[in-house]
């Protein structure tokens, strides 16, 4: 991929030459879309940076922003949500039957970045958001970009993954990611082979896959919501961050939990970990370790080595190991008592 037009007016970096459409429904923007190069535009917060580092460049900027029907957050008749892809963080992090019924997305959601990016930053862009790897953001032009090779492998790794890295280290971004995943939701989208629908599980690409993607989405695509399944009344949930900086900044590490409980027995359990792999990462291990069992001092410790057990870190991000797995005893803990 080439780098983005750029020139210079008065001392200031400018990105010139993209054209502009501000679609009115999704098929009036899958149709902007079907021209090469374009972008969806959502809140911006992404994109725009996106454009300004010369990580990708476009040609036409199709802004999403004004269709109504993306917006917003709805009941399903069996007791489930509809959000659409436009919602911001800011109004996931508030709304009641979330904060009540799913509150692991809530606090998640409470935790991205800041007040102004959560009020202009979208769910659906919060999905598609492009890796903070510091190489791809820069100007080398890495094996993500179509490049041959991965400079983080020998460079600066403190903050790459600790699993499934496979030609490329990054970390998915996303706190709200795994949040949507221990609550098993799916990703509705639209393009020109029609409407779509995967499991949350499904949507991200791992680079074993491609190491150019990190969606299933293609360029004509349009996220249009996420439906969340009924939370069962006994499903207990929280999502837990841990920042380099008290101030805002992507997770180190990010733990998502939700364990249904029958008495203090483990029915079911989902733990999907953020910061941690190019994916949001399932603990498999963990999860099968405390499904049947009761949830007591032995088995959250048990279920925390199991969390860490297959990490391959880089040379630099070693501590992530600990981390995660006393992040993930001390959740399993709060839950417990
Ligand atoms: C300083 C800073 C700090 C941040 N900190 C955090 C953090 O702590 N945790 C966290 O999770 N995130 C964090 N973010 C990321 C932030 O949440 C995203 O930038 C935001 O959610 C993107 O939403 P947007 O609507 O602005 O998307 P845009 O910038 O408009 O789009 C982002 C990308 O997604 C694509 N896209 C957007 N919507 C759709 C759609 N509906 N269908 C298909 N493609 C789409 C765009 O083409 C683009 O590639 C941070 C961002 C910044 C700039
Ligand atoms: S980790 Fe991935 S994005 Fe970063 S330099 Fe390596 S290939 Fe590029």
Redesign the pocket.
């Known amino acids: 991929m080439s780098s983005p037009r750029k020139e210079w007016k008065g001392g200031v970096e400018m990105i010139t030459g993209f054209s502009y459409l501000r679609a009115k429904s999704v098929k009036d923007a899958i149709s902007g879309l079907s021209k090469n190069n374009s972008r969806v535009h959502a809140g911006g917060t992404d994109l725009l940076g996106c454009l300004r580092d010369r990580v990708f460049t476009t040609d036409m900027v199709v802004s999403i922003s004004g269709i109504k029907e993306l917006k917003g957050i709805r009941e399903t008749p069996d007791g489930g949500l509809i959000v659409g892809a436009l919602t911001t963080i800011a109004e996931i992090s508030e709304n009641p039957a979330i904060r009540k019924r799913y509150p692991a997305l809530a606090q998640a959601a409470a935790e991205v970045a800041s007040p102004q990016l959560r009020n202009q930053g979208t769910i659906g862009g919060n999905l598609c958001q492009k ?1 903070r ?4 953001r820069g100007e ?1 032009h ?4 179509g ?1 041959d ?5 020998q ?1 600066e ?1 403190h903050y ?2 600790i699993f499934g ?1 496979d ?4 970390v998915h971004p996303s706190d709200i990611a795994p949040a949507l995943a221990v609550y098993k939701a799916n990703v509705h989208f639209y393009g020109s082979a029609g409407a779509r629908e995967v499991s949350l599980d499904h949507f991200f690409v791992p ?1 074993s896959k491609d ?1 150019t993607k990190e969606t299933v989405l293609e360029m004509n695509d349009i996220l249009t919501e996420i439906v969340i399944p009924p939370a069962p009344i006994e499903m207990k949930s929280s999502y837990r961050k841990v920042r380099a900086r008290r101030s805002w900044d992507f997770a180190l590490a990010g733990v998502a939990l939700a364990l249904q409980m029958t008495g203090d027995k483990v029915t079911e359990a989902r733990i999907v970990l953020s910061g941690a792999a ?1 994916i949001p990462w399932r603990a498999f291990d963990a999860e099968k370790s405390l499904i049947g069992n009761i949830l007591d001092s032995d088995s959250i410790k048990r279920a925390a080595v199991l969390s860490v057990s297959w990490a391959q870190p880089l040379k630099h991000n070693a501590y992530k190991i600990p981390l995660f797995r006393g992040m993930i005893e001390e959740e399993l803990t709060n839950i417990f008592h």
């Open positions: 890796p790897c510091w190489y791809y080398f890495c094996l993500r970009k490049g090779m991965c400079y983080a492998v460079g790794n790459h993954c890295g030609g490329c280290y990054i680079p190491v190019p």
